[in-house]
């Protein structure tokens, strides 16, 4: 998954202001204590972020 996409599918879940606070601010243990932004600043892919996020969050399946 490209980044466009993981930050379209951000915008389209939580709102274009809300996803990047989200992904700033919201640390999940499930990408080893980092927030979005740390885990794909220290390599993980997209879409393995994305799959956190939605798992997390209860991202709706026809959504992920």
Do not use: N
């Not at 879940?13 to 809300?18: D, K, V």
């Not at 243990?29 to 996020?53: I, Y």
Request: proline share 2%; hydrophobic share 45%.
């Amino acid at each position: 998954m490209r980044l466009t996409v993981f930050w379209q599918r951000m915008a389209e879940h939580f709102g274009a202001g809300y996803a990047d606070s989200f992904a700033r601010d919201h640390i999940m243990s499930e990408l080893g204590g980092r927030t979005v932004h740390q885990a794909l600043d220290a390599g993980w892919d997209a879409k393995d972020v994305w799959r956190v996020v939605c798992t997390v969050m209860d991202v709706p399946g026809d959504k992920r």
